[in-house]
C-alpha cells in the first residue's frame, strides 16, 4: 500500500465540502454541553483514497483480535472479550470480537447470532462492578478490520459522561490502579460463565 498513489475522493459529497476549512464546532458544545465547554476542530484535511489497510485488512495472519491474548477474560465457542494491557480512565473497558477472522460484511448468521445474547449478558455484568450506572457500547471499526465492538462502563452519577462523551472521558480520567482495573475484570468474567463460556483462557 505504501506505493499507491493516493488522490482526493471523488462523489457529490466530497466535492462540496470546504477543505482546509476550520469548521465551527459549536454544534458539540450546544449538543454536549455537560462535556465540552469549548473545541477548536482542526482544518478539515483533503481525503485521500485509496485508504491504507486496517490491521489484519491484506494479512489475516497478522490480525491481532485472531491471536491468543493475556486479555482475553472469556470466550465461547465464537467470542471473546478483551480488556486492554493498560488500565483505562472508566472502570471497564473491552473490546468483544469473533475468535475467528470474521468482518461485519462476511460473518456467518450461526457468529452473528450470539452477538445479541453476549451484549445482554455482558451488559448486566459491567453493571454489577461497584460504581457503575450503564455500560455503552460502541463500533468504529477504523484500526482492525477483524469485526469488533467495544463495552464502556458508565460511573454512577456521571453525567457528565452521558452518550458518545463516554468514550472523550476514559481518554482524561486519571487511569484506575491496576488492582481495581484485575478485580473489574474479574467480576465482569465470572458473571459472564454463569450463562456460558470460559475465564480468562490464556493465563
Known amino acids: 500500500m505504501s506505493d499507491v498513489e493516493q488522490v482526493p475522493a471523488v ?32 482544518p478539515l484535511e483533503p481525503m485521500l483514497v ?6 489484519g485488512e491484506t494479512d489475516p495472519s497478522e490480525c491481532r483480535p485472531c491471536m491468543p491474548s493475556p486479555g482475553t477474560i472469556w470466550q465461547d465457542d465464537h467470542w471473546q472479550v478483551r480488556v486492554m494491557s493498560d488500565p483505562s480512565g472508566l ?15 462476511d460473518a456467518p448468521m450461526d ?4 452477538l445479541g445474547p ?8 459491567v453493571k454489577s462492578i461497584p460504581g457503575v450506572a450503564r455500560c455503552h457500547f460502541g463500533r468504529w471499526n477504523d484500526g482492525s478490520a477483524h469485526l469488533h ?13 452521558r452518550g458518545a462523551a463516554l468514550a472523550f472521558w476514559d481518554d482524561v480520567l486519571p487511569p484506575i490502579p491496576q488492582e481495581m482495573a484485575d ?4 467480576i465482569v468474567a465470572e458473571s459472564l460463565a454463569v450463562g456460558w463460556g470460559e475465564v480468562f483462557p490464556n493465563r
Open 11 to 42: 462523489s457529490p459529497f466530497h466535492d462540496h465540502l470546504p477543505i482546509g476549512e476550520r469548521l465551527d464546532a459549536s454544534a458539540l458544545t450546544e449538543g454536549l454541553p455537560w462535556a465540552f465547554d469549548e473545541i477548536r476542530m482542526r
Open 50 to 55: 485509496p485508504e491504507k489497510p486496517r490491521g
Open 91 to 105: 472502570p471497564f473497558m473491552a473490546a468483544i470480537s469473533p475468535r475467528e477472522h470474521w468482518l461485519l460484511e
Open 111 to 114: 457468529v452473528l447470532a450470539g
Open 118 to 125: 453476549l451484549m445482554q449478558c455482558l451488559s448486566e455484568a
Open 149 to 161: 465492538l467495544w463495552a464502556l462502563a458508565r460511573p454512577a452519577g456521571m453525567m457528565q459522561g
Open 183 to 186: 478485580e473489574h475484570a474479574r
